[in-house]
């Protein structure tokens, strides 16, 4: 059986350039625009008391995004706002006055007109950008990777967007939709992974995550927890870990909690950087085959890679009986707990800090991260079911089975 690998951060830090994207103030201008859309809702935090008894922790807190705005996923929250602040920005305008109400109006196609938003996905991201153009009257172009499932493609194509699969892996889906686009009047590239010359509208898209974390805190708060200890947050480019790790690393300045960054490892280039030691990025490239699509992601977001290094306490590289593990105990969890549906990038949080606190195969790791009786651990399932044949593959029939 494949071995969970990690690396402690010892990478030397850079000026910290890239922790104001994450700013409460612009993560607040995002959690205002989301506030806008009728269809928004908080999403729940699962209180898993008896889960965290049973583990051995003071507390396991999980943020279930299965409900946003319908869409089994996050992924909505920053395509939609970066599609409003590049409106925002073509029309010399502040993102505060883009309301869903204007974004939808008859005046914002005399103003504006229509685009075309490029995006490649293995599903989550390129549904939320294909709502998103759909709801506001823009077009979109989804490109998948090989191997992408039939229903992430359908429900796509069910918004009214040109979606293909292709014969290459995610990192070329995103080099082809940025082609594309360059080639197309008022062609736009809507991708969560930032490059040398392309990081204005990622890190509009990862202000636009900010909204899930900024609920989190809220919700922890009413839970009586002013600070979670820990946070377990899983990375594909890193886009969803950078905003995560930046906004709590500006929202308690002091004393950020344990941060612990996990990867699929088939995927692994953060972990791979923080081996090297080096502060440089790695990149893996091949077929990235894995269950877990959402973090079949080679080439790091550049943006977060900074945030991460200055601020992220360790680095996990996860096989994935890791995340069908989660699956099954977020699926069926102590009696009392809140069931959370939770598919195969939405787990591994969960796969790994149970991992953790059972096997003490992995001690070294758990005491190294500080994981025990007093920890209040906080990690989010990214989405539900949103392949139900493999969903059920694992939860019902047990595929990818982890060992004691």
Request: proline share 4%; net charge negative.
């Amino acid at each position: 059986m494949e071995q969970i690998k990690w690396a402690a951060n010892r990478m030397p830090k850079s000026g910290d350039r890239q922790l104001g994207v994450m700013s409460l103030e612009n993560v607040a201008k995002a959690r205002k625009f989301h506030r806008s859309f009728p269809q928004y809702s908080v999403t729940p935090l699962a209180r898993l008391d008896n889960m965290a008894a049973q583990l051995g922790l003071g507390g396991l807190f999980v943020k279930d995004e299965s409900y946003r705005f319908g869409l089994n996923a996050f992924k909505v929250l920053g395509g939609s706002f970066a599609m409003a602040r590049y409106i925002a920005q073509q029309l010399g305008r502040d993102v505060s006055e883009m309301t869903y109400e204007y974004l939808t109006s008859q005046k914002l196609r005399d103003e504006f007109g229509q685009a075309t938003f490029f995006t490649a996905t293995d599903g989550n991201h390129g549904r939320g950008v294909a709502w998103a153009a759909n709801r506001l009257g823009q077009k979109a172009v989804v490109h998948m990777p090989k191997g992408s499932t039939k229903p992430r493609f359908d429900n796509i194509a069910a918004e009214g967007a040109k979606v293909t699969i292709e014969k290459v892996n995610y990192d070329d889906c995103v080099r082809m939709a940025a082609a594309e686009a360059a080639e197309t009047p008022r062609g736009v590239v809507v991708q969560d992974t930032a490059w040398e010359g392309y990081e204005e509208i990622p890190a509009w898209i990862m202000q636009g995550y900010g909204t899930m974390a900024s609920e989190a805190a809220e919700q922890l708060k009413e839970a009586g927890v002013d600070r979670p200890t820990h946070i377990f947050v899983q990375a594909g480019v890193g886009s969803l870990a950078g905003a995560v790790q930046g906004y709590f690393a500006n929202l308690f300045p002091d004393c950020t909690p344990t941060t612990v960054i996990m990867e699929a490892q088939a995927a692994d280039c953060l972990y791979k950087g923080a081996v090297a030691c080096d502060g440089d990025l790695r990149i893996v490239d091949g077929d990235l085959r894995t269950i877990m699509a959402g973090l079949a992601c080679g080439e790091p977001n550049t943006i977060s890679w900074d945030i991460l290094k200055n601020h992220s306490s360790f680095f996990v590289s996860c096989p994935d009986w890791v995340a069908a593990k989660g699956m099954r105990m977020l699926a069926a969890p102590c009696r009392g707990d809140r069931q959370v549906v939770s598919g195969e990038s939405g787990a591994v949080g969960m796969g790994l800090v149970a991992t953790l606190m059972e096997n003490d195969d992995y001690r070294e790791l758990r005491e190294a991260i500080g994981l025990d009786k007093n920890s209040r651990v906080l990690m989010f399932s990214t989405e539900g079911d949103t392949d139900p044949e493999n969903y059920r593959r694992i939860v019902w029939d047990g595929a990818h089975p982890s060992a004691r």
